[in-house]
């Protein structure tokens, strides 16, 4: 077994950490694997590699998988430590042992250091120690090895001479055609990063037939990976070259047994229309699209619902009301909640592409639906995309035809339906104008601040700060404030709280003057309520506003009022208010 000279007084911290490694606590190992950088720095190059790396290949190799991706990771960063690239390959050996570990992420973080070594290391150690370790792992009786040499070709083949580079296709075609199935998974994961690497002419002789025997495959956990496989071979491929190769791969997919290979079309269809191209889109994959919104399981549906405002992009408005319209208005009574919620996150995206009178005619009545569905993230989903569609109909037909509903979905007994129109309402109101809102919405504001749920509450405080923004503070003065501040003598000491917060929220842009002529008397008042958590609130809200106010007006007039807060009998109230008199 490898040892580490620990004889010198010089290397005692080593000593200490290798100790560490020793331990049997994990967190003492994980943290002595952590500063290996430190112990190889302290060591100098050449020890690291005649010592520190064999010692780690022996003695912690057989260690907990907590520690093992750690070490993956780790040796990936040793190369300057070890003496630079022209000495790298030391950290080989151990690095293979680990890319046959049995935990996946153990043989993830492995490869992910090969590559980053393989970039690194000149051509000679490439040619006679790195592709010696790739064929060894794709070889390797253990299926685990060969899952992680399918993650090495892609960094390995633009490095190869040709003669190699022959070689490396022939291996990946073993690899896509192995006994098991998780390593022709890792196989079609990385089909199109090592296609990309390749010449044209290789990739249609060599590589298309491996795409397409994947493709087929009886295990749909591979051929779910074939999908993506399309989007990425599409992209390199003609037209002519698509409709021959690809496109019957993907329509045979859309129309596959297993829900999760339609599923995962459903999921990149936009990068399938993308690298098909807009022709081929039109003509052959809005068809298997429609199957797929049509499809049995929900979860199919579902995905390709989130999808449909990124399909309708690439077609016609024509095509979008011919084929696409019919099945939006099947998904909006659609069984299944998630479909609907699907569709409600996109819905409002197609405003802008059928425009406005469009949207009027075959949309608008379809808002309004999922505006009033059972499920609340239906309803969430809708009130958070309402600005696409009033930058398209104007903000006056928005409030004829959806404001009503979006008034009742403000009393909502769902309080997070609530809370999203409370986030909503300073952009409608910017967009309709005081007038208007102090007509339809302001009383509506004012509601929220008695809500039974603190957050919304706490939201109401800070809408009518955002809204304070949007009007100015005249408007607030005369509309807001005066009704904020009479909630200070309601019997429910929660509406004396919001009183409080308001004050808090509102005096960062009311300005001095507002707060000393019409807040800095309403808290004189409450500095004798009969419950104490409103007095030390009393007590934290000067601490917002003294540093807001003329200096004359905080002793005169706030100063007393803290005195007489800390000489409460409650030690919370005394403990705010001594530290708001240490801002006096």
């Known amino acids: 077994?490898?040892?580490?000279?620990?004889?010198?007084?010089?290397?005692?911290?080593?000593?200490?950490?290798?100790?560490?490694?020793?331990?049997?606590?994990?967190?003492?190992?994980?943290?002595?694997?952590?500063?290996?950088?430190?112990?190889?720095?302290?060591?100098?190059p050449e020890r690291t590699r005649t010592e520190l790396i064999p010692y780690l290949q022996d003695s912690v190799l057989e260690d907990e998988d907590e520690v093992l991706v750690v070490l993956s990771e780790e040796l990936g960063n040793l190369i300057e430590f070890v003496g630079g690239a022209e000495h790298a390959v030391c950290l080989l050996p151990p690095l293979q042992i680990l890319a046959g570990a049995e935990e996946l992420v153990v043989r993830e973080k492995a490869v992910e250091s090969l590559c980053k070594i393989a970039k690194e290391i000149p051509t000679s150690s490439f040619e006679e120690s790195f592709l010696p370790l790739l064929f060894s792992l794709s070889k390797a009786d253990w299926f685990t090895s060969r899952t992680s040499a399918c993650g090495l070709f892609t960094v390995s083949y633009p490095r190869a001479n040709p003669e190699m580079k022959k070689s490396l296709r022939k291996t990946f075609g073993g690899l896509c055609h192995d006994d098991t199935p998780m390593v022709k998974r890792a196989a079609a994961t990385n089909l199109g990063s090592f296609a990309k690497q390749i010449e044209k002419e290789s990739v249609k002789s060599e590589i298309l037939p491996l795409f397409q025997s994947l493709s087929t495959d009886e295990q749909d956990s591979?051929?779910?990976?074939?999908?993506?496989?399309c989007a990425l071979l599409g992209s390199m491929l003609t037209n002519e070259e698509n409709i021959q190769f690809i496109l019957p791969t993907i329509k045979a997919s859309s129309l596959d047994k297993s829900w999760r290979v339609r599923y995962m079309v459903a999921r990149l269809l936009k990068e399938l229309c993308e690298s098909m191209g807009t022709e081929i889109t039109k003509t052959e994959l809005i068809g298997a699209f429609v199957k797929l919104l049509k499809?049995?399981?929900?979860?199919?549906?579902?995905?390709?619902?989130?999808?449909?405002?990124?399909?309708?992009?690439?077609?016609?408005?024509?095509?979008?009301?011919?084929?696409?319209?019919?099945?939006?208005?099947?998904?909006?009574?659609?069984?299944?909640?998630?479909?609907?919620?699907?569709?409600?996150?996109?819905?409002?995206?197609?405003?802008?592409?059928?425009?406005?009178?469009?949207?009027?005619?075959?949309?608008?009545?379809l808002f309004l639906h999922l505006l009033k569905d059972d499920f609340p993230d239906v309803r969430l989903n809708i009130i958070s995309k309402l600005d696409q569609v009033s930058k398209v109909i104007g903000i006056e037909m928005l409030s004829q035809?959806?404001?009503?509903?979006?008034?009742?979905?403000?009393?909502?007994?769902?309080?997070?339906?609530?809370?999203?129109?409370?986030?909503?309402?300073?952009?409608?109101?910017?967009?309709?104008?005081?007038?208007?809102?102090?007509?339809?919405?302001?009383?509506?504001?004012m509601t929220w601040l008695g809500d039974p749920v603190f957050s919304i509450r706490e939201a109401a405080t800070n809408n009518l700060k955002k809204l304070t923004e949007v009007?100015?503070?005249?408007?607030?003065?005369?509309?807001?404030?005066?009704?904020?501040?009479?909630?200070?003598?309601?019997?429910?000491?929660?509406?004396?709280?919001?009183?409080?917060?308001?004050?808090?929220?509102?005096?960062?842009?009311?300005?001095?003057?507002?707060?000393?002529?019409?807040?800095?008397?309403?808290?004189?008042?409450?500095?004798?309520?009969?419950?104490?958590?409103?007095?030390?609130?009393?007590?934290?809200?000067?601490?917002?506003?003294?540093?807001?106010?003329?200096?004359?007006?905080?002793?005169?007039r706030v100063k007393p009022l803290l005195v007489k807060l800390h000489e409460d009998t409650d030690k919370d109230v005394k403990f705010y208010a001594s530290q708001a008199l240490q801002l006096c």
């Open 1 to 44: 077994m490898a040892s580490i000279n620990t004889e010198s007084d010089d290397y005692h911290p080593i000593v200490i950490l290798i100790d560490e490694l020793k331990n049997e606590d994990i967190q003492l190992r994980l943290n002595s694997i952590k500063k290996l950088q430190s112990i190889a720095k302290a060591l100098g």
């Open 222 to 229: 591979v051929r779910l990976l074939g999908v993506e496989n």
């Open 295 to 365: 499809d049995t399981e929900a979860e199919v549906r579902t995905e390709a619902s989130l999808r449909i405002a990124d399909v309708c992009s690439l077609l016609t408005k024509e095509m979008n009301i011919k084929t696409i319209l019919p099945c939006v208005k099947d998904l909006v009574s659609d069984s299944s909640q998630h479909v609907r919620a699907a569709l409600a996150q996109v819905i409002m995206s197609l405003a802008p592409i059928y425009g406005k009178e469009d949207t009027l005619t075959h949309l608008l009545e």
């Open 401 to 445: 035809s959806l404001l009503p509903a979006i008034v009742e979905l403000a009393e909502d007994h769902q309080w997070r339906v609530r809370l999203a129109i409370i986030d909503y309402i300073p952009l409608l109101a910017s967009q309709l104008g005081v007038e208007f809102f102090d007509e339809k919405l302001g009383n509506l504001c």
């Open 471 to 556: 009007f100015g503070v005249d408007w607030a003065k005369n509309n807001i404030i005066p009704k904020v501040l009479s909630l200070h003598s309601h019997p429910n000491y929660l509406y004396r709280m919001t009183t409080l917060f308001s004050i808090s929220t509102l005096s960062t842009v009311v300005g001095g003057d507002v707060i000393s002529s019409s807040m800095v008397p309403l808290l004189a008042k409450m500095v004798s309520d009969k419950v104490p958590n409103i007095r030390f609130n009393v007590a934290k809200t000067f601490q917002t506003i003294i540093p807001l106010l003329d200096s004359t007006i905080v002793q005169s």
